[in-house]
């Protein structure tokens, strides 16, 4: 009798958390209060449509209205990170993801996996300070997929999820996500692959060229040459056979077969692309944003740099799509891992981030002086992107 009256009292403890309320005074919101009825503390749902369970605790409530100071197992900054930018439901989560901390130092703070899908959180005492900090979220194997404007956030933007709501608010573009992606606001977490300013125009890059094609020529294009229903050629037509043969589903974006093929579902090839991760993501980002045909890019006027050009998720597809073929492991430029390629650019004076535009990466790219003559014109995006993360600084980010 006492021993089930203990078990009971220990279930009971286990499942009380921060219930989630409404409106505070300090702001956050109450726009999500529908999705969240069932997150009460550390629990396990079933992911809609799917046999995954995901851990349940709060996620995309302001942490510290719960964890600061004097609260429950308090910490300076949390946040969550979701697939998608206006994420409510449990199935957005990102599994496998943290923040990450830059400091204007260049030291880092890397954050805690917390209790439920997709959250993270720490106690460092230097998030109290004068320190300014680029936000980064990484995947379980430390690359960064997603990175803010440098220097964008000091200790009065740490409760991460106040900002990054489903809608955005406080200059954020929406939730906290596990991919890179075209624009956003200089306070947000966005990868940043918006071309350069020149007298006030900016090129912007196509989502469909500089992050949906390098993933179909690394994954797909060994197998899915120029033959058949799926093919990869040129940017224009692979979109073309994409959207001809419907294999892209807005409405179902999980039911597309780009999604469901690369993933092993019905596929010769087997699973090429795993759900959840930060490749299948970015995709299935795409596909939710409508898909975008554009393979040409465009420019808006006024404005400024979209953010910092992440070299993991932005500048390694560009190279590897375009330089790899001929640029493997051999030689002073080579394209092998992500960590290694970097290392090789930038330890053998590729990159000149005092003169961009004389940096080897570009002219040779453009065609001066190389042998495979030009394969990234000087006005395309990705010559553009390059650029950019050039001019930023090269960063391993």
Known sequence: MKSNILWSLLALL????????????????????????SDNGTGSVVDPGTTTWVSSHNQGRACLDCHGPGGEESFRSGGTVYTTLNGTA???YASGYKIRLVLDNTQTI?????????????????????????AQVVDS??????????NSHDYTRVDCNRCHTSAGSNTAPGRIV????????????????????TGGTTTTASPFVETVMPL????????????????????ALTYDNIAANNFVDTVNVDLSPLLTKASGNNHGGGTILPVNGSVYLSLRNWIAQGADGNTTGGTTTGGSNGGAVSFSASVMPVVTSNCKACHGSSGNFSVTTTGATYSNITG?????????DASLLLTKASGTNHGGGTILPSSGVSYQLLRDWINQGALNN
Do not use: I, W
Request: charged letters at 5%; a negative charge; proline letters at 2%.
């Open 216 to 235: 179909l020529v690394t994954y797909c294009q060994g197998c899915h040459g120029n033959n058949g229903k799926f093919s990869v050629t040129t940017p």
């Open 14 to 37: 286990m499942l009380t958390g921060c219930t989630p309320g409404g409106t505070t005074s300090s702001g956050s919101e109450s726009e999500d209060d529908s999705s969240y009825s």
């Open 178 to 197: 596990s991919y890179s992606y075209t624009g956003g606001n200089s306070g947000g977490t966005t990868g940043g692959t918006t071309g350069g300013t």
């Open 141 to 150: 194997s430390g690359n960064v997929v997603n990175a803010s404007a440098v």
């Open 110 to 134: 890397n954050y805690s996996s917390g209790r439920g899908t997709g959250n993270s959180h720490t106690s460092d005492s230097r998030l109290s300070s004068s320190y300014t900090y680029t």
């Open 348 to 356: 053998n004076g590729f990159v000149n981030t005092s003169a961009a």
């Open 90 to 92: 449990s199935n957005q």
